[in-house]
């Protein structure tokens, strides 16, 4: 099956993979450029036509069981058909204006910046958010699939919309797999994360994404190379492997709700604080209060070892973290455990 487009004096043919074997034993026109998308394996000639390999980001969407409809936004934001949350993610190459203007090094083996090398450098891009993005989405070992749609992805950015979890893990496949493809640590990449509800206006969403994402390339004195969710910029360096660790600890079933709000509500008062509206850190008195508490009233050894870690940090901070920054990424971590342990659940009971 094939549709046809006229375009001015032009036809444009849109052929499936059989159609296009059955074009190329015998072309219906007198001049053709074909182009295959994002396929590099077809061989077939066509009548001494030349065949370019086009790629598109996110040309596979996530289909409904019936394996015919594409997924709506509610229906991406679903887990074992019960409703949680949609994430809304932007992703960009941090600087690459100065990449292109600084990133050549003239004296390396006597080599000149060329044009060469900047459409070099360009098509790598490309080839990165356009093809080899396509990779990532299609892995047989994640979900995302099923549960992410790539609303764009070209040149240096992409935007992609999934249910909250899926769009977290996708982030961090991306943000790996770019750093393996250029194969260098000064180039990087941040985004930004929105969790909203499901019937959240997806422009809107948008927006948020967008802020997020010139949250995290403002983090640190402009360092870039982070992700903000939760709203939160990390730093993709070590940051990030530090929240996620904490989150699986606090999954801990001994570990509940209130134990996670309350360490939010410290957060909130720390930067209470921080902001000039209270007058002295007693967040940091309240949480060794608490955390004293809870050690007091518990035997588990795995839980009184995950709260002395806590309190430790909250109030004194730990190795390359001092205690203010150790809350907001704890800050972070508690709410990711929240929304997995109430996901869990929601699995758990189908």
């Known amino acids: 099956m094939h549709s046809n487009i006229t375009l001015h004096d032009t036809k444009y043919s849109i052929y499936d993979q ?5 074009l190329a034993k015998g072309n219906l026109y007198s001049k053709a450029s074909v182009s295959v998308l994002n396929r590099t394996d077809f061989n077939e000639r066509l009548n001494n036509v030349a065949i370019r390999t086009l790629f598109y980001g996110g040309n596979k969407q996530p289909l409904m069981p019936n394996g015919r409809e594409v997924k709506t936004y509610e229906d991406l934001a679903k887990s074992n058909d019960q409703q949680t949350k949609l994430a809304i993610l932007r992703m960009d190459v941090d600087s690459l204006g100065q990449i292109f203007i600084n990133g050549f090094d003239e ?6 910046k060329s044009f060469a090398a900047y459409a070099t450098l360009s098509f790598m891009l490309e080839a990165c958010f356009c093809g080899h993005i396509n990779y990532v989405h299609q ?3 994640k979900e995302y699939k099923d549960f992410v749609q790539i609303l764009y992805s070209g040149g240096d950015d992409l935007f ?3 249910r909250w979890d899926q769009i977290i893990d996708f982030a961090e496949d991306i943000r790996k797999e770019f750093r393996r493809f250029v194969g260098r640590d000064d180039i990087t990449i941040s985004g930004g994360i929105a969790i909203v509800g499901a019937k959240y206006p997806i422009m809107k969403s948008a927006e948020l994404s967008g802020e997020m994402e010139k949250q995290a390339k403002a983090f640190n004195d402009n360092d870039k190379n982070a992700i903000n969710f939760f709203g939160e910029p990390v730093s993709w360096d070590w940051e990030f492997d530090f929240v996620k660790d904490l ?3 606090l999954s801990n079933e001994k570990i509940n709700s209130a134990f996670l709000h309350k360490m939010q509500e410290f957060k909130l008062l720390k930067d209470k604080y921080k902001n000039g509206k209270s007058e002295t850190p007693s ?4 949480a060794a209060y608490y955390t004293s508490k809870i050690l007091e009233n518990t035997k588990d ?3 009184r070892s995950i709260i002395k870690e806590i309190q430790i940090g909250v109030f004194a901070g730990i190795e390359n973290i001092d205690s203010e920054r150790y809350l907001d990424l704890l800050g972070i971590a508690c709410r990711w455990t929240e929304y997995h342990k109430k996901i869990s659940k929601q699995n758990n009971n189908n």
């Open 18 to 22: 059989e159609n296009l074997k059955y």
């Open 107 to 112: 004296s390396m083996n006597g080599q000149k």
């Open 139 to 141: 892995k047989t070992d």
């Open 160 to 162: 992609a919309v999934g």
């Open 247 to 249: 989150k699986t600890k």
């Open 283 to 286: 967040y940091k008195w309240n």
């Open 301 to 303: 050894l795995g839980v």
